[in-house]
């Protein structure tokens, strides 16, 4: 078997060291780029390399693929765990509000910024006017 000089060299996962491999799993564990991109863009051969770094060295739990699904068919809740469910993104909601709420009021008070719609008081009438 004789290589061209032309010819780029062929690469095996030997060839990658781990801080590479690491840099280009934050890459796409943050969302930066998906594994096929970073495939193309560092020039990895293999279609699964980037796959099989993922798995091995990568911080997602790849053991239960069923759980990342929001939309699981599989999975059916009992009423009491959906209320539980609910209940809980209730919550999370109320409290979502509560942040918005604080960071208005402290935008009204630092900036002057005037966010908050102004409710106008209802008129009575049915023109609106006001004549006694």
Same mark, same amino acid.
């Given at each position: 078997?004789?290589?061209? $000089?032309? =010819?780029?060299? @062929? %690469?095996?996962?030997?060839?990658?060291?781990?801080?590479?491999? &690491?840099?280009?799993?934050?890459?796409?564990?943050?969302?930066?780029?998906?594994?096929?991109?970073?495939?193309?863009?560092?020039?990895?051969?293999?279609?699964?390399?980037?796959?099989?770094?993922?798995?091995?060295?990568?911080?997602?739990?790849?053991?239960?693929?069923?759980?990342? $699904?929001? =939309?699981?068919? @599989? %999975?059916?809740?009992?009423?009491?765990?959906?209320?539980?469910? &609910?209940?809980?993104?209730?919550?999370?909601?109320?409290?979502?509000?509560?942040?918005?709420?604080?960071?208005?009021?402290?935008?009204?008070?630092?900036?002057?910024?005037?966010?908050?719609?102004?409710?106008?008081?209802?008129?009575?009438?049915?023109?609106?006017?006001?004549?006694?």
């Amino acid at each position: 078997m004789s290589r061209n $000089s032309g =010819s780029s060299k @062929r %690469r095996s996962q030997r060839d990658y060291n781990m801080g590479f491999k &690491l840099a280009v799993i934050s890459q796409v564990e943050k969302g930066e780029m998906t594994y096929k991109q970073a495939q193309k863009a560092y020039g990895i051969q293999g279609r699964s390399t980037v796959l099989v770094w993922l798995r091995k060295h990568g911080s997602l739990d790849w053991s239960k693929p069923y759980l990342h $699904s929001m =939309s699981n068919p @599989r %999975r059916k809740e009992t009423p009491a765990q959906t209320i539980k469910r &609910l209940e809980r993104e209730l919550s999370d909601e109320r409290l979502k509000n509560e942040i918005l709420n604080i960071t208005i009021d402290m935008a009204d008070k630092e900036h002057g910024i005037s966010i908050r719609k102004k409710v106008l008081p209802k008129q009575s009438g049915a023109s609106g006017n006001k004549s006694k």
